[in-house]
């Protein structure tokens, strides 16, 4: 396999051309080690990107990233794997937002049940096993009575929300 340098590319360029082949003037890359992207790791918990980027560059500096955007793209990857670990995604439509909270019915507690029908608005059931025992203790007092209510009123956001509330006689 023959390595051409190329002045302006034109049109496509395979893949396995580098950047210094595509930019004679460019300085060579060179990766960061693995013990300064742990240490940039632990220090984006706490600190933004541009910050840790100097505390490391100031500490080291032959072994500090090329630049603030390595520092970026770290903040970014660690993000990217919290989203999924935790099953969060991001929302852009209400189609996406009905299948997020179709999806938390099978890891959350608190979310119990998902009812989706053709021309209807989805309803989610949300409680916790906590706040069914208290209801039953409310309600089923027979000493003092519970007066037990629901609220359609109440809007959420995009959504309409139907709260539970009691109240003691």
């Not at 893949?15 to 060579?28: C, D, I, K, M, V």
């Not at 910050?51 to 903040?75: G, T």
């Not at 209801?135 to 609220?151: A, I, Q, T, Y």
Request: net charge positive; glycine share 6%.
């Amino acid at each position: 396999m023959q390595q051409v340098r190329c002045g302006v590319l034109r049109g496509t360029c395979s893949r396995w051309l580098s950047w210094e082949f595509q930019n004679p003037s460019a300085p060579p890359y060179i990766r960061t080690p693995a013990a300064t992207m742990e240490e940039i790791a632990d220090k984006l918990q706490h600190d933004g990107a541009s910050q840790v980027y100097s505390n490391v560059r100031d500490k080291d500096i032959a072994d500090a990233p090329c630049n603030v955007r390595v520092v970026e793209n770290k903040k970014a990857s660690q993000a990217r794997s919290a989203r999924q670990v935790t099953g969060a995604r991001t929302c852009h439509n209400l189609a996406d937002e009905v299948q997020s909270v179709i999806n938390m019915a099978y890891t959350d507690n608190f979310v119990r049940q998902v009812v989706a029908t053709a021309g209807k608005v989805p309803s989610v059931i949300l409680y916790t096993d906590r706040q069914i025992d208290k209801l039953k203790g409310f309600c089923m007092d027979r000493k003092d009575g519970s007066v037990l209510g629901f609220d359609k009123t109440c809007n959420l956001g995009s959504m309409y929300v139907t709260i539970r509330y009691d109240r003691r006689v």
